[in-house]
């Protein structure tokens, strides 16, 4: 199955729209320019902070934009404003004064587990990449494309173990997320919780985004004192790698989890490959290689997904995809047979 890349509508809009954007906000139109015209990347000055980026950059030598599968383009995309602005060499941050104006929206809620799942879900509404930033929005139970909180509350229910919680946006998802955190803490899971290395996505959570966010929880703070809840960075987040393809230190901790709970789009992109599979496509087929215990909780906002019936696709509207309208939680990949 071929990666999603230019020609999908969504994809297109992103290229044409929303990366000049993000682009001219922090003052790098050109740079949009350059992904826009699809020509070739310019691979000088970009920092090689990982073996795997070294590596990855030597493999780009003579490529062009529109060349990308669009993952890839979008990692490189914020891969080149980070270098351009200084931010493996000097620190500097282009997007921490838009994650930390979304943090003092919001607060950690204390609720039960189910409750906690739910706000999770919905706290994955807004992306302050997309160009509306999306609000409360009414009756998400109707517009649940797969629903299977049941499944994954039976699983959070059973026993006590590690979870880990992928991360996506800094601001009132993080404050959900951290109250599902609370939740789980209560019944007495250890929980980690993995945040990007460096700035992406424009709203992507840092772990310094974490620190500030449970600052004053006491509960929170005693249970990073303590272990039973730990901030993961890996750089494998600030890489384009699929979950069939990370360290294997990273990915041993996955798989040894009772279970990892992924939010949002990129996670889920990671899980398939990001992939034009057939929307009916099994999510085992789809996830084959994963190799981990997890459950995707996702308002959706890209192309990428699978397990969902076509019957059930045609009474969408149109856009329903890509528009933050619709939602799910899917068991989106199986641990290891026995």
């Keep these: 199955m071929n990666p999603i890349q230019r020609g999908s509508a969504f994809v297109d809009f992103t290229i044409a729209q929303r990366l000049p954007k993000i682009a001219a906000d922090v003052g790098m139109a050109a740079l949009a320019r350059e992904v826009v015209a699809g020509g070739p990347i310019e691979l000088d000055g970009l920092a090689r902070p990982t073996a795997w980026w070294s590596s990855y950059l030597d493999r780009l030598q003579g490529a062009r934009w529109d060349e ?9 995309f914020y891969h080149s404003i980070n270098s351009r ?7 500097t941050d282009v997007f921490a004064r838009t994650r930390e104006a979304a943090r003092v929206h919001g607060s950690i809620p204390t609720r039960d587990l189910a409750s906690a799942v739910w706000l999770a879900l919905l706290g994955n509404e807004a ?5 509306q930033v999306g609000g409360a929005s009414p009756a998400w139970e109707s517009r649940l ?6 499944r994954l509350l039976r699983v959070l229910e059973s026993g006590v173990g590690t979870v880990h919680v992928l991360a996506d946006n800094a601001g009132p998802e993080l404050h959900a997320d951290l109250g599902l955190v609370e939740a789980l803490l209560a019944r007495g899971d250890r929980v980690v919780i993995h945040v990007k290395p460096w700035p992406m996505f424009v709203s992507d959570a840092l772990a310094s ?9 006491a509960h929170l703070t005693r249970a990073l004192d303590d272990g039973h809840f730990a901030i993961v960075s890996d750089p494998c987040w600030g890489e384009p790698r699929h979950f069939d393809a990370l360290e294997a230190p990273l990915l041993a901790q996955l798989r040894d989890a009772k279970l990892v709970l992924a939010k949002g789009d990129l996670n889920y992109r990671r899980f398939v490959g990001d992939r034009a599979w057939p929307l009916d496509t099994p999510v085992d087929e789809a996830t084959r290689g994963v190799g981990f215990e997890a459950f995707a909780l996702r308002v959706l906002k890209s192309d990428a997904l699978v397990g969902v019936s076509r019957e059930a696709a045609s009474q969408r509207a149109q856009g329903w995809r890509t528009d933050g309208t619709h939602a799910l939680v899917q068991r989106i990949s199986a641990g290891p047979s026995p």
Excluded: N
């Design 68 to 76: 990308l599968p669009f993952f890839d383009l979008e990692f490189v």
């Design 85 to 91: 602005a200084g931010f493996f060499t000097q620190g």
């Design 127 to 131: 992306d302050y990449s997309q160009l």
């Design 145 to 150: 494309v797969v629903d299977e909180r049941a």
């Design 209 to 217: 985004d974490v620190l500030a966010s449970v600052r004053g929880h």
